[in-house]
């Protein structure tokens, strides 16, 4: 079974930092793609960015120079570092990683989501 978790959401002031970072676990054969995806209240899920195994990044516009993503494939673990935050931000941050489990063909896994909350 595939697990994936998020960590390191909480309460930042505008103009702060934050890191989050998404750990899969389990039995896994092979990581592709790994993203972030945000949903603020009445708001749809959005993709914030994206990286592939082989390190190639893609942000949403709101975010580029602002947002880094990461991933360190011996851990399985993916980060999004953000800084210079915005109210606007403000979400429940989700991790997704596409996994070929070892007996189970390549799926996309979610995480629980991890609450970032910009405000002063």
């Known amino acids: 079974q595939v697990q994936v978790v998020e960590s390191g959401g909480g309460l930042v002031q505008p103009g702060g930092s934050l890191r989050l970072s998404c750990a899969a676990s389990?039995?896994?054969?092979?990581?592709?793609?790994m993203g972030w995806y945000r949903q603020a209240p009445g708001k749809q899920r959005e993709l914030v960015a994206v990286?592939?195994?082989?390190?190639?990044?893609n942000y949403q516009a709101s975010v580029k120079g602002r947002f880094t993503i990461s991933r360190d494939n011996a851990k399985n673990t993916v980060y999004l570092q953000m800084s210079s935050l915005k109210p606007e931000d403000t979400a429940v941050y989700y991790c997704?990683?596409?996994?070929?489990?070892?007996?189970?063909?390549?799926?996309?896994?979610w995480g629980q989501g991890t609450q970032v909350t910009v405000s002063s």
């Open positions: 997704n990683a596409d996994i070929t489990a070892m007996t189970h063909p390549t799926s996309r896994y």
């Open positions: 389990g039995s896994i054969s092979r990581i592709y793609n």
């Open positions: 990286i592939t195994s082989g390190g190639s990044t």
